[in-house]
C-alpha cells in the first residue's frame, strides 16, 4: 500500500548542543553589569557615611535623615546630641546623620 521513504538520518549534534559553560555566560554577565552599576558604587557610599559619621565633633553642622539642621553639642558613642535652637536640643544616634551641611552650598540657596 504505501510505503514512507525513511528519511536520512541527519545529526547536527555540534551546531544543536550547547557547552555548559556557554549557557552560564548570561547569567554571569549580568552579575558583572550589577555588580558595577548597583553594588560597587552602594558599598562606595556606605563606606564614605561611615567614614564622615566616624568624624563627627563639637560643632559641626549637620543634617539628620529626617530632614533636620543642627549644631553638634557633643558626640558619645552611638549617641549626638543636637541643638536645634536656642533652648532645645536632642539626642539621636549617629547614623541617624545624613550629612555634614555644606555651608558654601546651603548659603547659596
Known sequence: MFTLAAAP??????AAQQSPMMSLMPIALI?????????????KS???????IA??????????????YGTIVSVQDDVV??????????KIQKGSVARLKNTAKDSSK
Do not use: C, W
Not at 538520518?9 to 555540534?14: C, H, L, M, N, T
Open 9 to 14: 538520518d541527519v545529526s547536527v549534534q555540534g
Open 81 to 90: 546630641t543636637l541643638r536645634v535652637d536656642d533652648n532645645v536640643k536632642i
Open 55 to 68: 568624624g563627627l565633633q563639637k560643632n559641626d553642622e549637620v543634617v539628620t535623615s529626617g530632614g533636620m
Open 46 to 52: 556606605q563606606q564614605e557615611h561611615a567614614k564622615m
Open 31 to 43: 552579575f558583572i553589569v550589577f555588580y558595577f552599576l548597583l553594588i560597587r558604587p552602594q558599598k
